[in-house]
């Protein structure tokens, strides 16, 4: 069963239909939608500041959301898939992003709708990328707009295998 704690009077809230991996650890001040999916290993610390998940968002194992006290919060929109042992840390991530495996996003750093970011980019602090952008390096760069039609289509596929994968282990 996933840790779940509260700290300072905050108590993570989750909504229906989600699975938490046996070791996900949720922290805090989080605010999760519906039919999301948290993988082993992966940590959500809303210690110092809030969390928030939409629908449908899968983050994967090994990543850890965090943010900086009284400074830069998470907000994450609906569809968003966020790769394996990724760090996201005080920063936005819009509807349908995808978030490639092994990237790091900084504070009040933002990712547009429908944005990508390539497997191991750091995406440095205040950086905005632009919806529909695919971004990557160290620091990341953009590289070219992608196909919306495609994108959406690839994101949305994305998010719902890992619906599926999830109901495998309830």
């Known amino acids: 069963m996933a ?3 509260s700290v300072r009077g905050f108590t993570p809230i989750i909504g229906k239909n989600c699975f938490l991996a046996d070791n996900a650890t949720l922290i805090g001040d989080i605010v999760m ?9 992966t940590v959500l610390r809303g210690d110092v500041n809030s ?11 090994g990543s850890v959301l965090h943010t900086l006290y009284q ?14 042992n990724v760090t996201v840390h005080g920063a ?22 429908g944005a990508i970011v390539a497997a ?14 695919l971004w990557a390096g160290t620091p990341a760069k953009f590289i070219k707009m992608v ?17 599926m994968y999830s109901e495998w282990y309830k």
């Open 92 to 113: 936005a991530i819009k509807d349908g992003a995808l978030v490639g495996m092994g990237a790091v996003i900084l504070d009040d750093a933002i990712v547009g709708e």
């Open 147 to 163: 196909d919306p039609v495609q994108s959406k289509e690839i994101n949305q596929k994305i998010a719902k295998n890992y619906l």
């Open 33 to 41: 939608g519906d039919d999301c999916s948290i993988w082993f290993n």
């Open 51 to 61: 969390i928030r998940i939409g629908n449908r968002v899968n983050i994967q194992d």
């Open 71 to 84: 400074k830069s919060t998470i907000e994450i929109g609906d569809d968003v898939s966020i790769g394996h």
């Open 3 to 5: 840790l779940i704690k």
């Open 120 to 133: 191991g980019s750091v995406v440095l602090s205040k950086t905005v990328i632009e919806p529909g952008s």
